[in-house]
């Protein structure tokens, strides 16, 4: 018995010695953790600036287009009521001839005319007469429609406008209001230097590397996507109805096709998951990742971007968006065959099935 109290007692006070060795080091730990994830969140901060940014840019040049495409239109509208003018005026004169009977009718002509060649001569002329008001009435009307075009197209660069604008505002006081955020980080931080050499190499290798990375696959992918009914076949093609049928491609079909069409895809591993589309790789010092979603609007299968990543860090809305307007990798079912449109889209685990019904 008194051997094993000599033995817990050895045990008890070596763990009361070593016991502050190893909380140290858990708190030693806990705090490189912590440091991480501060420096992780001030570089996520970095690169939202950067891109935000680069969508004030896109917004700034999309302002000026529109305001020179606004003052072309204006011209266009001024010089077309000029135009007007006249053929309004010979439209209104044509038009009182008709109601006060200055313009003879075919009757008269018939009654007054002294011979078979009066008659023709005379019908030649009205119908020289007639061909002419035709025209001036056609331009008239081309006219009016001309200028209400260009009238409809003004008011929706107006308001094109205005939405920009307001989005750049909006963006404005986002980028401020982080960049705050990011510089009180920066002059908390002991290693100030060190932390702005790596926001500007994060910075520098997405602008340089990653952006461009991002815009080939989506190019690509949105060619190989316009060449999706190849993958039409017995074995995944079936009739569910007299007047439906299903198309099912698993994602180890799509990842064979999309490699085959381009060596670019090789490094890239696109997976279906419930309601989602994603694309996972990595290429040299560069991880990607794309996460989409396929709805059906109307009787097309449209794609939508929800999530980029670079090296592990989130993408902001602001460049999902810009990429969404960009690129198209919807499914146009009328590829599969002209008698079909599209009739619903789900997206499961490992595979998509596309609903089509007969157009009749």
């Not at 051997?3 to 858990?26: K, V």
């Not at 230097?193 to 991002?214: M, S």
């Not at 989602?276 to 396929?294: L, N, R, W």
Request: proline fraction near 1%; charge should be negative.
């Amino acid at each position: 018995m008194k051997g094993f109290l000599r033995i817990f007692l050895c045990l008890l006070l070596m763990f009361i010695c070593i016991s502050p060795l190893i909380i140290g080091a858990n708190a030693e730990e806990k705090s490189i953790s912590t440091e991480e994830a501060d420096i992780r969140e001030l570089l996520q901060k970095s690169l939202t600036i950067q891109e935000i940014d680069r969508e004030l840019e896109r917004l700034t040049a999309k302002d000026a287009k529109l305001v020179q495409a606004m003052s072309d239109n204006e011209t266009l509208i001024n010089q077309q009521k000029e135009e007007m003018k006249g053929v309004k005026d010979k439209a209104g004169k044509i038009l009182r001839s008709y109601y006060t009977g200055d313009r003879p009718s075919i009757i008269q002509v018939l009654l007054t005319a002294d011979s078979l060649s009066d008659l023709f001569k005379t019908l030649e002329y009205m119908n020289m007469i007639v061909t002419h008001d035709s025209r001036v009435l056609t331009s008239y009307k081309s006219s009016q429609e001309k200028l209400q075009t260009l009238q409809q197209e003004l008011a929706k660069q107006r308001d094109e406008l205005a939405t920009a604008k307001a989005d750049y505002i909006a963006q404005k006081e986002r980028i401020l209001l982080l960049q705050a955020e990011l510089d009180n980080l920066l002059a908390q931080s002991d290693n100030k230097d060190k932390l702005i050499e790596q926001i500007n190499a994060l910075n520098d290798q997405w602008r340089t590397k990653g952006l461009p990375l991002f815009n080939q696959y989506l190019t690509e992918l949105s060619k190989s996507m316009s060449s999706f009914t190849e993958l039409l076949s017995k074995d995944n093609f079936k009739l569910t109805s007299l007047n439906s049928a299903e198309f099912i491609i698993s994602d180890a079909q799509l990842n064979q096709f999309l490699r085959s069409k381009n060596k670019v895809f090789d490094n890239l591993n696109f997976t279906f998951e419930n309601d989602y589309f994603i694309a996972e790789g990595h290429e040299d010092d560069i991880q990607v990742s794309i996460k989409g979603t396929y709805t059906l609007h109307e009787d097309k299968i449209k794609f939508e971007l929800l999530g980029l990543t670079f090296n592990q860090f989130d993408l902001p809305d602001t460049t999902i968006k810009d990429l969404n307007e960009q690129y198209t990798l919807g499914i146009d079912p009328s590829q599969f065959s002209s008698i079909f449109t599209a009739d619903g889209v789900v997206v499961e685990q490992g595979k998509i099935t596309i609903k089509l019904k007969m157009k009749f």
